[in-house]
């Protein structure tokens, strides 16, 4: 019974159900031979229109039971929609840069951080290391490449190897992606390039000897120059000329010349290493003599001030007792002439007790050595050796004169 009544559902429309008006737009006239027989197929405008109320929660078809299913929907979708936008965020490292895509295109470029941009595929992103530093090698024999052959100046050929170092442009690095489809590809061919238009400028024995650095420099410039023009995003730090050779002919006379020059350059730096050590030594030297000068100077100057000071004083005493004065002076002389001497001086008129350096006349010597007696007028002269054994073999009284002492006093104190 329920199965029947199910394929009457289907079966019969709408209208007949309903008890209404047939669904014809010209009411109910139709005859009951004109209805669907059993076993027709089912109204899918019908079924479109039920299906549809069941989405917006209506009646029909179970729509109490399965009225909930559209706020489902909506969650689920909503969910997929906060993932699917999650999915834009990415990180940027220090010394990084970001360069964000719209639709295929070049949007932004972003510094280090956390950010976010509208997730595939609408948007995309590229993230660039803007601190690393790329080398290529042009010219080079590594991998079995035959070596590049250049022209110099001169019209000789010569066998160059540069090695370049590079990095991606920090201002601006989206060039690197958008401007050149190969951009590494492009600086070695501009650095080729370069290398050889500075290379015909430039003599053979100056890509040989002394004139590498100059070369390598304005290789530099010229292909930086070249880059810039290109846009490609791309900053060339160094060029290294990493071997230069003569055509094998005259390999071994380049050879000789280069081996010349730096035997040269060697005597030159020997020669100016002892230019400045003999300057230094001759500097100190003049130092220390103008050092030893000024100490002469002072020292002379310290003692003409102390004689000047002594005399002062002598005058002084002079002016007060002349006699006594001269004794003096005279007895001082005559000590400071003798205190080197072994000789005993007396005078002839002189009651003193002498004490004699027995300690000097009584010495080891197991000899006697013959005495040495000198005559002087008004004073009697004794030498002593060390080596005489006895006061008697070097002591010889002479005769007095009394009157030729004070003579020889008279004229000293003139």
Same mark, same amino acid.
């Given at each position: 019974?329920?199965?029947?009544?199910?394929?009457?559902?289907?079966?019969?429309?709408?209208?007949?159900?309903?008890?209404?008006?047939?669904?014809?737009?010209?009411?109910?006239?139709?005859?009951?031979?004109?209805?669907?027989?059993?076993?027709?197929?089912?109204?899918?405008?019908?079924?479109?229109?039920?299906?549809?109320?069941?989405? !917006?929660?209506?009646?029909?078809?179970?729509?109490?039971?399965?009225?909930?299913?559209?706020?489902?929907? @909506?969650?689920?979708?909503?969910?997929?929609?906060?993932?699917?936008?999650?999915?834009?965020?990415?990180?940027?490292?220090?010394?990084?840069?970001?360069?964000?895509?719209?639709?295929?295109?070049?949007?932004?470029?972003?510094?280090?951080?956390?950010?976010?941009?509208?997730?595939?595929?609408?948007?995309?992103?590229?993230?660039?290391?803007?601190?690393?530093?790329?080398?290529?090698?042009?010219?080079?024999? %590594?991998?079995?490449?035959?070596?590049?052959?250049?022209?110099?100046?001169?019209?000789?050929?010569?066998?160059?190897?540069?090695?370049?170092?590079?990095?991606?442009?920090?201002?601006?690095?989206?060039?690197?992606?958008?401007?050149?489809?190969?951009?590494?590809?492009?600086?070695?061919?501009?650095?080729?390039?370069?290398?050889?238009?500075?290379?015909?400028?430039?003599?053979?024995?100056?890509?040989?000897?002394?004139?590498?650095?100059?070369?390598?420099?304005?290789?530099?410039?010229? %292909?930086?120059?070249?880059?810039?023009?290109?846009?490609?995003?791309?900053?060339?730090?160094?060029?290294?000329?990493?071997? @230069?050779?003569?055509?094998?002919?005259?390999?071994?006379?380049?050879?000789?010349?280069?081996?010349?020059?730096?035997?040269?350059?060697?005597?030159?730096?020997?020669?100016?290493?002892?230019?400045?050590?003999?300057?230094?030594?001759?500097?100190?030297? %003049?130092? /220390?003599?103008?050092?030893?000068?000024?100490?002469?100077?002072?020292?002379?100057?310290?003692?003409?001030?102390?004689?000047?000071? !002594?005399?002062?004083?002598?005058?002084?005493?002079?002016?007060?007792?002349?006699?006594?004065? /001269?004794? /003096?002076?005279?007895?001082?002389?005559?000590?400071?002439?003798?205190?080197?001497?072994?000789?005993?001086?007396?005078?002839?008129?002189?009651?003193?007790?002498?004490?004699?350096?027995?300690?000097?006349?009584?010495?080891?010597?197991?000899?006697?050595?013959?005495?040495?007696?000198?005559?002087?007028?008004?004073?009697?002269?004794?030498?002593?050796?060390?080596?005489?054994?006895?006061?008697?073999?070097?002591?010889?009284?002479?005769?007095?004169?009394?009157?030729?002492?004070?003579?020889? /006093?008279?004229?000293?104190?003139?």
């Amino acid at each position: 019974m329920k199965k029947n009544n199910l394929e009457m559902a289907w079966q019969e429309p709408k209208d007949s159900q309903q008890g209404g008006s047939s669904g014809s737009p010209h009411g109910n006239n139709q005859p009951n031979d004109q209805r669907p027989k059993n076993g027709a197929g089912p109204d899918l405008d019908e079924i479109f229109k039920k299906l549809g109320g069941a989405f !917006r929660g209506k009646k029909g078809m179970g729509g109490h039971r399965h009225g909930g299913y559209g706020k489902y929907i @909506a969650l689920g979708g909503a969910v997929l929609l906060c993932g699917w936008l999650a999915t834009g965020f990415y990180t940027i490292d220090a010394g990084q840069k970001g360069v964000e895509l719209l639709l295929g295109q070049y949007h932004a470029t972003k510094d280090p951080g956390l950010r976010w941009r509208l997730p595939n595929p609408i948007g995309d992103h590229r993230i660039i290391d803007i601190q690393r530093r790329f080398s290529q090698k042009i010219g080079s024999t %590594a991998k079995g490449n035959r070596r590049a052959a250049m022209l110099t100046k001169d019209e000789n050929l010569v066998d160059v190897s540069v090695e370049v170092q590079y990095q991606i442009n920090n201002d601006d690095p989206s060039q690197y992606w958008f401007t050149s489809v190969d951009p590494d590809k492009t600086l070695k061919e501009v650095v080729d390039s370069a290398t050889r238009e500075r290379v015909g400028q430039t003599s053979l024995d100056d890509i040989l000897t002394d004139g590498r650095e100059q070369l390598m420099q304005e290789v530099k410039e010229l %292909a930086q120059s070249i880059l810039d023009n290109y846009q490609i995003g791309l900053v060339i730090t160094n060029v290294n000329l990493e071997d @230069a050779q003569a055509p094998a002919a005259v390999q071994d006379a380049f050879s000789d010349a280069i081996r010349a020059r730096e035997d040269e350059q060697s005597r030159i730096n020997q020669a100016n290493a002892y230019q400045s050590k003999v300057h230094e030594e001759a500097r100190g030297e %003049a130092e /220390r003599i103008l050092r030893q000068a000024e100490a002469y100077r002072e020292s002379k100057i310290a003692q003409a001030r102390g004689e000047a000071e !002594r005399f002062n004083r002598l005058y002084s005493a002079y002016a007060i007792a002349p006699e006594v004065t /001269r004794e /003096r002076l005279y007895l001082e002389n005559m000590e400071e002439v003798l205190q080197n001497s072994n000789k005993l001086y007396m005078g002839s008129d002189s009651n003193n007790l002498m004490m004699l350096p027995l300690d000097k006349m009584t010495g080891p010597s197991t000899t006697s050595a013959p005495t040495k007696t000198e005559r002087r007028e008004g004073a009697v002269t004794i030498e002593v050796k060390e080596t005489t054994p006895t006061p008697e073999s070097i002591i010889q009284n002479q005769p007095n004169n009394n009157v030729n002492d004070q003579r020889s /006093r008279a004229r000293f104190t003139r």
